[in-house]
């Protein structure tokens, strides 16, 4: 199994529309949790840390369960420029390596 | 601010020949440095990390080889390429103790042939 799974869609999402993916993860000591969002050809960058208690940033909600080992994603009212790829990312020990998933691509359409 | 270089951003080297990838941080001291590589369509695979000058542990064993030469220079390379070395290789810094967020270089798309 692998430590880091996502979706890989894509999620064909109509301007103005709402999409959600999660992600799911093996190691149960999993530490911090983030999304990144990486453009075609392009580096990955921070979208968001997910926080416990769940968090927002604008358009985008993330959710973290323990409980089942997944975070989720939800971008509500979705824009041209959100299409992109979403990566997953987790540190699972103290010294800062991070795990990636494949990430899942959204797909805005007008 | 801090800025992260990588070069060069494409490469094209017949199998066999050596490989040598550069990245620099500015605008921090004693960051940790990561090299990755991602495959089309793939995820992130973690090659090396570095905590330190000198300092540098291999994730997965392979025909590469990293070196930190200085304290914000990380460097990647290869005596010789195999075709499946050919992906997206990208360089990342977190600052030391503080893990919330992993900067990334441009990158270096390298075809080998």
């Known amino acids: 199994r692998k430590e880091v799974e996502q979706d890989p869609g894509p999620f064909n999402v109509p301007e103005g529309a709402t999409v959600a993916f999660n992600c799911t993860y093996s190691?149960?000591?999993?530490?911090?949790f983030f999304w990144y969002r990486q453009d075609c050809r392009k580096e990955p960058k921070l979208l968001m840390s997910v926080y416990s208690s769940g968090n927002e940033d604008g358009r985008f909600t993330a959710q973290l369960n323990r409980a089942s080992q997944y975070i989720s994603l939800l971008i509500r009212d979705s824009k041209l420029s959100d299409s992109a790829t979403y990566l997953c990312v987790l540190t699972t020990d103290s010294w800062g390596k991070f795990q990636f998933g494949a990430g899942t691509q959204v797909v805005v359409t007008p | 601010s801090q800025t992260i270089h990588q070069w060069p951003a494409t490469l094209v080297q017949p199998v066999g020949s050596p490989l040598s990838l550069e990245c620099t941080v500015e605008?921090?001291?004693?960051?940790?440095l990561y090299w990755y590589r991602q495959a089309a369509g793939r995820g992130l695979q973690l090659l090396f990390y570095s905590v330190g000058i000198g300092q540098i542990s291999s994730e997965v064993p392979q025909n590469l080889s990293a070196s930190r030469p200085q304290d914000r220079q990380f460097i990647l390379s290869s005596k010789k390429l195999l075709l499946s070395d050919s992906g997206f290789y990208l360089c990342?810094?977190?600052?030391?103790?503080?893990?919330?967020?992993?900067?990334f270089g441009p990158g270096t798309r390298l075809t080998v042939l």
């Open positions: 605008g921090t001291s004693n960051p940790n």
């Open positions: 190691n149960s000591a999993s530490q911090s």
């Open positions: 990342a810094w977190t600052a030391s103790g503080n893990y919330n967020e992993q900067f």
